[in-house]
Nanobody, 111 residues
Framework: QVQLVESGGGLVQAGESLRLSCTASGSIFSNKVMGWYRQAPGKQRELVANIGSGGTVNYGDAVKGRFTISRDNAKRTLYLQMNSLKPEDTAVYYC?????WGQGTQVTVSS
């Protein structure tokens, strides 16, 4: 079973940046697709981005051109660089791999 721990969330103003991290333990990391999802109050959880073992990436339409997903297999860590943040990016951000989920990290963007 994999354990995932997110970090890096916080409160920022619109236009600023944040970088989220997700550290995995307890399973093979490098050959698994990993992803970031987010859930805002009253809304369904939605895909932010995912990345395959070979580096293939996929982004949700709302974040294309602003967010970048990456992974460091040696450090067993997944990253999400978030630039040009908007108030509508406010949500709890979750890391996922092979059906497991982290506890989430809150991102709040003020206008």
């Amino acid at each position: 079973q994999v354990q995932l721990v997110e970090s890096g969330g916080g409160l920022v103003q619109a236009g600023e940046s944040l970088r989220l991290s997700c550290t995995a333990s307890g399973s093979i990391f490098s050959n698994k697709v990993m992803g970031w999802y987010r859930q805002a109050p009253g809304k369904q959880r939605e895909l932010v981005a995912n990345i395959g073992s070979g580096g293939t990436v996929n982004y949700g339409d709302a974040v294309k051109g602003r967010f970048t997903i990456s992974r460091d297999n040696a450090k067993r860590t997944l990253y999400l660089q978030m630039n040009s943040l908007k108030p509508e990016d406010t949500a709890v951000y979750y890391c996922t791999q092979a059906g497991s989920w982290g506890q989430g990290t809150q991102v709040t963007v003020s206008s």
